[in-house]
C-alpha cells in the first residue's frame, strides 16, 4: 500500500507541472530528484499532507488563472495524489508524564483543479512513538467534516444505509482519511489530533513530532504570507526541576514553574520546516523519582470511582547497578519468518548476546513444529559463548514448518524456576496465532505463582497482523515484563533492540506498593506490576473508594539485591489530564482480559472509555460525520444586507462508515498455512523488471520532450497514405505486445 502511494504521489507531481501559475513563483516545479536517485519511499508524508484526488487529469488546472492546457485522454487508474499547497500550520504538543498530545491545524488550498470541478482530498497524519490517532476535524466553505468512534454494533445500521469512506493507515505511523468532493479553489482548515509517547532513555524524556514538509507544499505566489507556529507545555507530574536538552526550532520560554515548562515559537517563513520538531530535557534528580497523582472522575466518566495514578523512573544517577541475569530467547522460525523478518531478528538477537555481561547466562531456543535449543543448560555470556551462539543461530535459524508456542515456553519457565542470585528473563519473539494461547497462560501464570521470589519475567515482541498481540500483552503482564510489535518490516529490528535493552536493563524488581489494599473497591492497572528499567518508564494506575493514605511506600529488589524503599509524594493532579494520559494502557490491557475472561461487561466497558476518551478500540469503529453549512437571512423576511449578520442552522450530519483499524485477536488460518503479513509486494522477475523499466524510461524521456500540442501539430501536416500507414504500425505493435503479455501471464513456472 505504501509502495502504490509513492507511486500516485510521484504522478501527481508530474501531472502539477501542467498547471501554469503566473510569472512571481516562489519555486520551480521541476525540484524532484532524478529517477534513478529516489525510492516511492521517499514520498511517504513526514509531516501532515493533504492531496488530491484526481481520477481525471483535464480537471488539473489554475482555478484562478486558466492556463487552457490540451485536452487530456484517458483516467488516472489508481488515481494520481497531487500534494496540496499548505498556506499556514499551528503545532500544539501538551507533554503530561510520558505522553504527548499533539494537536495540528493548518490550512490547505485545493490549488490544482478548475474552480468549476471538484476531487476527493486524502488527509494524511503522520505520527510519532506508538501513535494513536484522536480525530480529524475538517472545515469547507460549505461542509464540515469530523471523526467519531461508536459501538461496533451500531455500525450496522451504517452499512444499511450504505454510507461508508475511504480511511486506513499507510503504516503503522501513517493514518489516512479520504474527504469527499471538494470544490476547486476552496480553502481547507483542518484540525489533526493525535497521541504518542515520549521515549525514556537514563533520565532524558524525548519527543520526536513528523514536522518536516516537502518543499512542494509550498505555495508558488510568493506574495502569500506564511505563518509557523509552535507552542509546548511540558508537566513532568514532579515538583523537580526540568533541565532543557535538545530543541530543534527556536523556542522562547514564556513559563517556568515546579515541574513545568512553557515555550513558543512564532514567524513569518520563506518555506515551511524542513525537519521534525524535537525536543529532549530530564529531570534534575540522581535518584529514582516516584510520585502519587490523585484525581476524582469527571461527570461523564463511565467509572465514577476515584482514580490514582504512581509514576516511577530511574533518575541520571550513572552507578546504578542492574541485575545479573538468566536469559533465554525463544524465537519463532517458522515458514511465516522467512525473509526480512528473520534476518532481522538474527541481527537483534546478536546484538542483545553481545551486550549481556561475562557473569549472565543465556540459552536459545528456536521454534517451529519442533524444538531447536542451542545449549541443555544455562551458558555463561563469555565472548566464545556467544560467538557459539552467532554461529548456531545462522545455522539453525532456517524458516518452516508450523507454531507451536506451549513446548518452548514450558522448556524456558522449567528451566528458570529454580534461579537464585539472579533475575531470570524470557523473551518471547514470533509472528502466528496458535489455539491454545489461554492455556499457555493459565498454565505460565500458575507456575509463576508458585516460583521462587524473582521467578521468570517474560518479554513478548509481535511480529505483522497474524498472531495475538493481546495474547502476547497478556503474557507479558503475567510475566511482570514488557510487550511491543512490529507491523511493517522497517521497524522489527528497531522495535525488537528496544525490548531487548529494556529487559536487560532491569534496575528494579518485585515492586509492590503498601497500604492499597487497605482500599475499599481496588482495581489496579496491571495487576501484575511490572520490574522498572533504567531505558522506561513505570505507571501503575488504578481506581479505589474510600479514603487515600496520607503516605505511601515503594518497595522493592535493586540489582545487588538489596531492599529498595521510598516515600512516594501524594498529590492532587489538577493540571495533568490523568484520564486521557492512561486510558490506552488501560484500554489495552482490559481488552487483554475480556478475551482471556470472554467477559461481555469488559468489552463494554472498553467500548465506553473508548468512546469517552477518541481511542480506537477493538469493540468501536469510526465513522466520519458531514454536515451541510446552511446559513439563514435577516429576521423579519427582510433581504439580508451585506453588513448584516448570518446565522449557520444545525444540520442532522450525514454518517459515513470507515474501515475497521482494530488489529484483531489473531489469524489461526493465516498462521497454520504459514501466510506471511507486513511484507514487501512480491517483485517482478529479473528480465520483467529490466523490460518494465527500460520501458518506463524511455516513454518518460520521450513525453518529456513531446507534448499533446506538439503531436496535434505533427498529425495536422501528415497526409492520409501516412497517417494509414502509420495506424496499422501502431496496431500491429500492439497485438505483438498483447501476444507477449499473454504469454508472460499464461505460461506455467516452466515457461509452456
Known amino acids: 500500500m505504501a ?177 469527499p468532493q471538494i470544490d476547486g479553489g476552496s480553502n481547507l482548515s483542518i484540525t489533526l489530533r493525535w497521541s504518542q509517547k515520549l521515549l525514556f532513555d537514563n533520565g532524558q524524556f524525548s519527543l520526536s513530532v513528523p514536522f518536516a514538509f516537502p518543499e512542494y507544499v509550498t505555495p508558488a505566489i510568493r506574495k502569500i504570507p506564511k505563518k509557523e507556529k509552535i507552542q509546548l507545555n511540558v508537566n513532568s507530574g514532579t515538583g523537580a526541576e526540568i533541565l532543557c536538552n535538545l530543541s530543534s526550532h527556536p523556542l522562547k520560554e514564556i513559563r517556568r514553574q515546579a515541574g513545568k515548562l512553557g515555550f513558543f515559537y512564532e514567524a513569518d517563513v520563506l518555506a515551511w520546516s524542513k525537519i521534525d520538531f524535537n525536543f529532549s530535557y530530564t529531570v534534575s534528580s540522581s535518584h529514582m523519582v516516584g510520585d502519587v497523582l490523585l484525581q476524582s472522575p469527571s461527570v461523564y466518566d463511565v467509572d465514577q470511582r476515584e482514580t490514582f495514578c504512581i509514576y516511577l523512573y530511574s533518575g541520571s544517577q550513572q552507578s546504578v547497578k542492574v541485575f545479573r541475569k538468566d536469559v533465554i530467547f525463544i524465537v519463532d522460525i517458522s515458514e511465516s519468518m522467512l525473509g526480512k523478518p528473520l534476518e532481522d531478528t538474527k541481527n537483534a538477537l546478536s546484538g542483545a548476546l553481545s551486550k549481556l555481561n561475562p557473569k549472565d547466562s543465556f540459552n536459545i531456543i528456536a521454534f517451529s513444529e519442533k524444538t531447536l535449543m542451542f545449549s541443555t543448560s544455562m551458558e555463561l555470556a563469555t565472548n566464545e559463548a556467544v560467538e557459539r551462539a552467532v554461529e548456531w543461530i545462522g545455522t539453525n535459524f532456517i524458516a518452516g514448518g508450523g507454531t507451536n508456542i506451549f513446548t518452548p515456553m514450558d522448556k524456558a519457565t522449567e528451566m528458570l524456576m529454580n534461579t537464585s542470585g539472579t533475575i531470570p528473563i524470557i523473551f518471547l519473539v514470533t509472528d502466528g496465532a496458535v489455539e491454545d494461547e489461554k492455556r499457555i497462560c493459565d498454565v505460565i501464570k500458575s507456575r509463576l505463582a508458585n516460583g521462587e521470589s524473582l521467578c521468570p519475567r517474560i518479554y513478548t515482541f509481535g511480529i505483522g497482523s497474524f498472531c495475538n498481540h493481546y495474547f502476547l500483552r497478556m503474557l507479558a503482564m503475567i510475566g511482570r515484563g514488557q510487550y511491543d510489535a512490529a507491523f511493517d518490516l522497517d521497524s522489527i529490528e528497531v522495535r525488537m533492540q528496544k525490548l531487548f535493552s529494556i529487559g536487560l536493563s532491569t534496575i528494579l524488581a518485585n515492586v509492590t506498593v503498601e497500604t492499597l489494599d487497605d482500599l475499599d473497591d481496588l482495581e489496579v492497572y496491571p495487576s501484575c506490576i511490572p520490574d522498572l528499567s533504567s531505558e522506561s518508564t513505570l505507571t ?155 520501458t518506463s524510461d524511455c516513454c518518460g524521456k520521450l513525453g518529456s520532450q513531446c507534448c499533446c500540442m506538439c503531436c496535434i501539430n505533427c498529425c495536422s501536416k501528415m497526409n492520409d497514405q501516412c497517417a494509414i500507414v502509420l495506424t496499422q504500425l501502431c496496431t500491429a505493435l500492439a497485438c505483438f505486445g498483447c501476444f507477449e503479455c499473454c504469454s508472460i501471464c499464461c505460461s506455467g513456472e516452466d515457461g509452456h
Open 3 to 179: 509502495e502504490d502511494f509513492g507511486k500516485a504521489v510521484e504522478d501527481g507531481l508530474r501531472l502539477a507541472k501542467r498547471i501554469y501559475m503566473g510569472k512571481e513563483r516562489a519555486m520551480a516545479p521541476s525540484n524532484t530528484p532524478p529517477r534513478m536517485e529516489r525510492s516511492m519511499q521517499s514520498y511517504l508524508p513526514t509531516a501532515p499532507m493533504v492531496y488530491a484526488v484526481i481520477y481525471d487529469p483535464a480537471i488539473v488546472d489554475n482555478p484562478d488563472m486558466p492556463s487552457y492546457q490540451p485536452y487530456v485522454h484517458g483516467r488516472c487508474d489508481p488515481p494520481a495524489l497531487i500534494p496540496l499547497q499548505m498556506n499556514s500550520v499551528e503545532l500544539d504538543v501538551d507533554c503530561h508524564l510520558d505522553t504527548a498530545f499533539v494537536r495540528v491545524s493548518g490550512s490547505w488550498r485545493v490549488h490544482c483543479v478548475m474552480g468549476s470541478r471538484c476531487c476527493d482530498c486524502r488527509v494524511a497524519v503522520p505520527m510519532g512513538e506508538q501513535g494513536s490517532i484522536l480525530g480529524v476535524e475538517v472545515d469547507l466553505p460549505r461542509k464540515s467534516y469530523s471523526t467519531q468512534l461508536i459501538p461496533l454494533d451500531d455500525n450496522k445500521d451504517i452499512q444499511k444505509r450504505g454510507g461508508s469512506q475511504d480511511a486506513g493507515f499507510l503504516k503503522p505511523h501513517i493514518f489516512t482519511l479520504t474527504i
Open 540 to 694: 501503575i494506575c488504578g481506581r479505589y473508594r474510600g479514603n487515600f493514605p496520607n503516605t505511601l511506600k515503594a518497595r522493592g529488589v535493586l540489582g545487588d539485591l538489596s531492599s529498595f524503599v521510598a516515600d512516594l509524594k501524594i498529590e492532587s493532579a489538577k493540571d495533568i489530564p490523568r484520564d486521557r494520559v492512561l486510558v490506552r494502557q488501560q484500554i489495552d490491557l482490559l481488552t487483554a482480559q475480556a478475551w482471556l475472561s470472554e467477559n461481555r461487561e469488559l468489552e463494554q466497558k472498553v467500548a465506553k472509555m473508548s468512546m469517552q476518551t477518541h481511542n480506537v478500540s477493538e469493540y468501536t469503529c469510526m465513522i466520519l460525520l458531514e454536515n451541510d453549512k446552511i446559513t439563514t437571512e435577516s429576521p423579519g423576511g427582510q433581504k439580508a444586507s451585506k453588513r448584516s449578520p448570518k446565522t449557520t442552522v444545525p444540520t442532522v450530519p450525514k454518517e459515513l462508515l470507515l474501515p475497521s483499524f482494530a488489529i484483531g485477536f489473531g489469524n489461526l488460518g493465516a498462521t497454520a498455512e504459514n501466510i506471511r503479513s507486513c511484507y514487501e509486494e512480491p517483485k517482478l522477475p529479473e528480465v520483467a523488471e529490466m523490460f518494465v523499466k527500460a
